[in-house]
């Protein structure tokens, strides 16, 4: 899904209205689906894991902050699925607390989902679920491997931190907080590189970081609903 996504991002022409954009998938089958059932499946599923509307908080920022063929877009798409996706976000905490290089076992996401999941779905659907969770963080860049997967340290670029700080901000996390927020955490960064990326934020007015003293405030750009404080 998350390459699917991509392509939608990068070859639609607005999220404004979603008859059109509906269009986009079943008429003019953007995706290249050989049936129609399957666009309506794709433009379904899009839809919920991403929003895939403008007038979304999430998705604007995901907008505002996307550039098309960068390296780290996965990064802002995972973002994206984890401010929507519950089982995503349970998932988080396993797949960051294995150290690079070490194998990250199917077998310890799949006691979080059947300690979570038991009572809601079957046997066969939370197997479902960890296979699909298992492809969503390799595709985004923290595992690699087929059978064996092996955690690895995703590339992040200073779009991706600026979206991470702004899902942060609409979460209600304020002033630097914002830097030690899930959302920031999720990007495996240093506290040297966080610095780094605050700088060329400011620089590039991607967001504005302000001190004074022990006070930071962070602001965001006016077109990201109406500007934030």
């Given at each position: 899904m998350l390459s699917e996504f991509i392509t939608v991002m990068d070859n639609a022409p607005g999220f404004n209205d979603k008859e059109i954009l509906k269009k986009i998938f079943v008429e003019d089958n953007l995706l290249k689906k050989e049936s129609i059932s399957g666009r309506k499946i794709s433009f379904y599923y899009l839809k919920h894991l991403y929003g895939l509307d403008s007038e979304n908080k999430n998705f604007q920022g995901l907008l505002k902050y996307w550039k098309e063929k960068s390296p780290d877009?996965?990064?802002?798409?995972l973002l994206c699925a984890l401010s929507r996706d519950e089982a995503l976000r349970l998932s988080s905490g396993y797949i960051l607390s294995v150290k690079a290089g070490d194998s990250a076992d199917k077998s310890?996401?799949?006691?979080?989902?059947d300690?979570?999941?038991?009572?809601?779905?079957?046997?066969?659907?939370?197997?479902?679920?960890?296979?699909?969770?298992?492809?969503s963080w390799t595709q985004a860049g923290y595992l690699e491997g087929r059978s064996n997967k092996i955690r690895i340290i995703p590339e992040?670029?200073?779009y991706s931190f600026a979206y991470?700080?702004?899902?942060?901000?609409?979460?209600?996390?304020?002033?630097?907080?914002?830097?030690?927020?899930?959302?920031?955490?999720?990007?495996?960064?240093?506290?040297l590189e966080i610095k780094e990326f605050i700088k060329e934020s400011n620089r590039k007015?991607?967001?504005?970081?302000?001190?004074?003293?022990?006070?930071?405030?962070?602001?965001?750009?006016?077109?990201?609903?109406?500007?934030?404080?």
């Open positions: 877009n996965k990064i802002m798409a310890g996401l799949k006691e979080i989902v300690n979570y999941y038991q009572n809601i779905y079957s046997e066969k659907v939370r197997e479902s679920m960890v296979r699909n969770l298992m492809s992040i670029s200073v991470a700080c702004y899902l942060a901000y609409l979460s209600g996390f304020r002033g630097k907080r914002i830097f030690h927020s899930p959302w920031v955490l999720v990007l495996c960064l240093s506290n007015g991607l967001m504005s970081v302000k001190k004074a003293g022990s006070v930071v405030e962070i602001t965001f750009p006016e077109d990201l609903i109406g500007g934030t404080q």
